[in-house]
């Protein structure tokens, strides 16, 4: 509707007013439906006790500021025209129409002379009007009950929320996640510049580590589902790990420590494979060289390492005791032939032992990632639950080891009935007693007493006999992990007719350690920590656990 230059008056009024009636309808909508945005945000309250929901508080004032900006919104926009401001001020103020009266004359462009007064009527009417006299007008019973759902939600915010904790572990989960989504990055940037390893291999790895980083990245705090990945990643993982490849190892670490010796140096305690066979080839090419003599005994030498490597790396000694049958048939070409095989078979175990190490290093990081995302933000278990939990995890670990101790009791047992050996024991079914015997290659038979003379307290405490403050104490000592040849400790066993194992007395210089089952504390102490230092650089102990261990052996040191 147009008003010319004569209404200018009536029309400024009546602007003014529709502005007071568009504020006088905000707060009557607003005491009309306020209860309706808090009892929202009171269900909202409700849900966040039920199921976790992060930044409630938020989420409880989304329905009100939604509520708000709505009716703002409403208010200040919705059509008004002047029309309606007039008919409305008219029936508020008890005009009598004054106002839109004006308005329909001047629309039907009425200038007789009664319609002249009337409209002059109304300007002069309006321009005494001011919006304060429009009433401000609101419910109440509406907005008492927006104050009762007010207080429902403030008593929910002040009572203790059981979601809060689910929400700090989640927290603490996701935080977790990110910090194993680094190690993985770490790791698999390792496993790209380890040139050991082969494409197929390395490319194998790192898929693996991709797709366990895509799934933990996807995880929004869940960790039940991030220990199932977890989980899921390592079993992969398990199935590429070869269970021989330990003895592996040990084997060719062994026979790598015999050609130092052959070749007139000092063992070392970490040989190098890669060097191994380079002495391989290297006394395959000094055979022409060698006397009739000096060939007999190098043949009986491959014979015994043959002997040795016979379980752990069976290629290997198939081609050395093949090198030594050459040689006792004075066949020096056939038997250079066998030694670079043997010695190709060593550089081929090597690529595949760097491999399972890459494997158990990853699997190492998934084992610690576990670790960490299993415990984050368990704050639901109580310290004495923990204690217990933890008494219940060592208990289940001291009867895996006491299990592994009896099968191998067993068979040390299973191994005497083959023959006589060097050194006769019986392994019981509780893994008390070490199971001596010949037939049997393992290094570790079990824990257990023995029954030798000496005085021995099995009363003691840990304390006692464990913190290495005698001089004199004995300990059982089953294995020496740095045991040098010609030191004999087990007679190699060979299988017969019937499944058993035969054992035949002999003077070959096998690796073993020609003590008693009872040696001094200090004697043994420092192999089993070279031991331990070893398996820590090789990544075979998880990274958490690593001071534990340097902490365990460094309180095992005898007192000064």
């Known amino acids: 509707m147009r008003l010319n230059h004569s209404d200018t008056s009536l029309t400024t009024s009546l602007r003014t007013l529709g502005r007071r009636l568009r504020l006088a309808d905000l707060l009557l909508w607003a005491s009309r439906t306020l209860w309706v945005a808090v009892g929202l945000s009171m269900l909202v309250a409700l849900a966040g006790r039920l199921m976790p929901i992060a930044h409630l508080g938020l989420w409880v004032a989304l329905p009100c500021l939604v509520w708000a900006l709505g009716l703002l919104g409403f208010a200040l926009l919705r059509p008004l025209s002047p029309l309606q401001i007039a008919q409305r001020v008219d029936q508020q103020l008890a005009l009598r129409e004054r106002l839109a009266t004006a308005l329909e004359l001047h629309e039907r462009q009425a200038h007789d002379p009664l319609s002249e007064q009337q409209q002059a009527d109304a300007r002069a009417i309006a321009a005494k009007l001011k919006p304060a006299e429009l009433p401000l007008r609101y419910e109440r019973p509406p907005l008492f009950a927006a104050a009762a759902l007010l207080l429902v939600i403030a008593a929910l ?23 194993t ?16 390893l082969s494409d197929e291999d390395r490319e194998q790895l790192l898929r693996e580590i991709e797709a366990l980083q895509e799934q933990l990245r996807a995880n929004r705090g869940d960790r039940q589902e991030a220990l199932a990945d977890i989980a899921a990643a390592e079993a992969r993982l398990r199935q590429r790990l070869d269970p021989n490849d ?23 305690q970490r040989p190098s494979l890669e060097e191994a066979a380079n002495q391989l080839n290297e006394l395959a090419r000094q055979l022409e060289q060698m006397s009739p003599e000096e060939r007999q005994q190098l ?12 379980s752990g790396d069976p290629e290997t000694a198939r081609n050395l005791q093949n090198a030594a049958n050459a040689l006792q048939q004075d066949d020096a070409q056939a038997a250079a032939q066998q030694l670079q095989q043997a010695a190709d078979s060593v550089q081929n175990a090597q690529s595949q032992m760097s491999n399972q190490q890459s494997t158990q290093q990853s699997l190492s990081e998934l084992q610690n990632a576990r670790e960490q995302v299993a415990q984050a933000g368990d704050q639901q278990q109580q310290p004495g639950q923990a204690q217990q939990a933890a008494q219940q ?15 191998a009791g067993q068979q040390g ?11 006769e024991g019986q392994g019981q079914s509780q893994g008390q007693q070490p199971g001596g015997g010949g037939g049997s290659n393992a290094p570790h038979l079990g824990e257990g007493q023995s029954e030798s003379n000496a005085q021995v307290n099995p009363h003691g405490s840990a304390n006692q006999q464990g913190s290495g403050s005698g001089n004199d104490e004995l300990i059982y000592q089953p294995f020496n ?35 008693e089952a009872l040696v001094p504390y200090q004697q043994v102490l420092p192999n089993y920590s070279q031991s331990a ?13 690593r001071d534990l261990v340097r902490d365990y052996f460094a309180r095992l040191q005898p007192s000064p």
């Open 481 to 515: 992990p740095n045991a040098q040849p010609g030191d004999p400790d087990f007679i190699q066993g060979q299988h017969g007719q019937g499944g058993t194992t035969q054992s035949q007395q002999g003077q070959q210089d096998l690796p073993g350690v020609a003590n």
């Open 181 to 196: 989504d680094q190690q993985l990055g770490e790791l698999a940037q390792e496993i790209s510049q380890d040139t050991q």
């Open 533 to 545: 230092s070893e398996a820590i650089d090789r990544g075979n102990i998880p990274s958490h656990r």
């Open 157 to 179: 915010f002040v009572l203790p929320n059981p979601q809060n904790i689910r929400l700090a572990e989640q927290q603490a989960v996701r935080e977790a996640l990110a910090q």
């Open 246 to 268: 330990d003895a592996r190892r040990a084997a060719l670490e062994q026979m790598a420590r015999n050609l130092e010796s052959l070749s007139g140096q000092q063992p070392s």
């Open 299 to 310: 043949a009986e030498q491959l014979s015994q390492q043959a002997n040795q490597l016979a």
């Open 393 to 407: 995890g060592q208990q289940g670990q001291q009867g895996q080891q006491g299990q592994q101790a009896s099968q």
């Open 413 to 423: 047992q299973d191994g005497q009935q083959g023959g006589q050996a060097g050194q």
